[in-house]
């Protein structure tokens, strides 16, 4: 069975510690997604990538970056976190263009 | 840009009940529709898909169909059961092959 894996479902962290969300696909996609979720917002797109090394902004890419090293791996990084970056942030992959398959999520706490 | 405005809950039924959201799109072209099932403490699964105008949807007893002339792809079910209890999200892709989703839709089954 495919799977989109993230480390943690569960995190607290401190306001203004760098923070890694990390990602992985074991069905060789080239697309991997990060959403955030939240109530009554639905899901936001924060960063996406199409291949090693290539990434691009989404939505809502502000205090957020990225890296992908490998073609499995996608990670999330919060530079400084921030109390308003609690929430819950999705990992999806998918082969273009369709078929997304998304991890369990991590649920962030920033206090 | 393209989005999905779907209808806001709570929703709370009882078992057996007959089962709408409502959800409608704004788009250029005619985009592929979807729509998602999230459980308790778990990630997105897609429940079901429709790729163009008058396609039908159909998986678990839910369907959806693409109305080009509504603009809107309304989830159904006729008897909805107490594992149904979820957030379902309704959601387009866009020319550039990202998943624009709606706010999602609380619905509770009641035994």
């Known amino acids: 069975d495919v799977k989109v894996t993230q480390s943690s479902r569960y995190l607290v962290k401190r306001t203004g510690e760098k923070v890694f969300l990390e990602c992985v696909q074991d069905m060789d996609h080239e697309n991997m997604f990060w959403y955030r979720q939240d109530p009554g917002l639905g899901l936001r797109l924060i960063y996406f990538?199409?291949?090693?090394?290539?990434?691009e902004k989404g939505d809502i890419p502000e205090g957020y970056s990225v890296s992908r090293e490998k073609k499995e791996r996608f990670s999330l990084i919060l530079e400084s976190a921030s109390t308003n970056q609690t929430s819950m942030y999705l990992c999806?992959?998918?082969?273009?263009?369709?078929?997304?398959?998304f991890g369990s999520g991590t649920r962030l706490t920033v206090v | 840009g393209d989005s999905v405005t779907q209808m806001e809950g709570p929703v709370t039924l009882s078992e057996e009940a007959f089962l709408t959201i409502n959800c409608t799109y704004t788009?250029?072209?005619?985009?592929?529709l979807f729509w998602y099932v999230q459980y308790p403490g778990e990630g997105l699964q897609l429940l079901l898909k429709a790729t163009k105008a008058d396609d039908k949807g159909s998986n678990k007893g839910f369907e959806a169909t693409y109305r080009k002339e509504t603009t809107s792809f309304h989830l159904e079910k006729g008897s909805v059961q107490v594992s149904d209890s979820a957030v379902y999200f309704c959601?387009?892709?866009?020319?550039?092959?990202?998943?624009?989703f709606g706010a999602g839709t609380t619905v509770t089954v009641r035994a």
């Open positions: 999806a992959s998918s082969p273009p263009p369709l078929g997304y398959t």
């Open positions: 959601a387009l892709i866009r020319n550039d092959y990202k998943l624009s």
């Open positions: 788009a250029t072209g005619y985009p592929s």
């Open positions: 990538s199409y291949d090693v090394k290539m990434k």
